[in-house]
């Protein structure tokens, strides 16, 4: 008998996921805090819900043949697979959006998640940008 591949979870399993930890981080603590507070419970909130994630990874730049380092980190890749970039401000803009595309494409991703704390509902502060790969 040969051995079956484990299969991955959808994108879109691993982003309701995500969704559903944030939204459980956000009723705890409601709006207002430092971005840096929501980083660190979706952590513990991700982790107690055995979701695989890395924080603070480096992206890099490639240019001309030859990769740099700019500095850019992202808030969370999860599974390996989907990008999510917290913040913390009255409305999300279209350079926050441009930010997480820009992102995507570095990394040759193909989903993100653009989450917002500063909302009276979670729900509301969630934006999902597709990266056409």
């Given amino acids: 008998m040969g051995q079956t591949a484990l299969a991955l979870p959808s994108i879109n399993f691993i982003a309701r996921d995500i969704i559903g930890a944030a939204v459980?981080?956000?009723r705890h603590l409601g709006p207002g805090l430092l971005e840096s507070a929501y980083l660190r419970c979706l952590c513990d909130e991700l982790g107690r819900r055995g979701i695989v994630f890395d924080h603070e990874v480096?992206?890099?730049?490639?240019?001309?043949?030859r990769q740099l380092d700019c500095g850019y980190r992202l808030d969370l890749l999860v599974a390996g697979?989907?990008?999510?970039e917290l913040k913390t401000v009255d409305k999300l803009l279209a350079i926050h959006e441009a930010q997480l595309?820009?992102?995507l494409r570095l990394m040759r991703l193909p989903l993100g998640l653009l989450i917002n704390f500063n909302v009276a509902k979670l729900t509301t502060g969630v934006s999902r940008i597709a990266n056409r790969l």
Avoid at 58 to 65: A, F, I, N, R, T
């Fill in 58 to 65: 480096p992206v890099p730049l490639h240019y001309k043949g």
């Fill in 24 to 26: 459980e981080v956000h």
């Fill in 101 to 103: 595309l820009s992102y």
């Fill in 81 to 84: 697979r989907v990008i999510v």
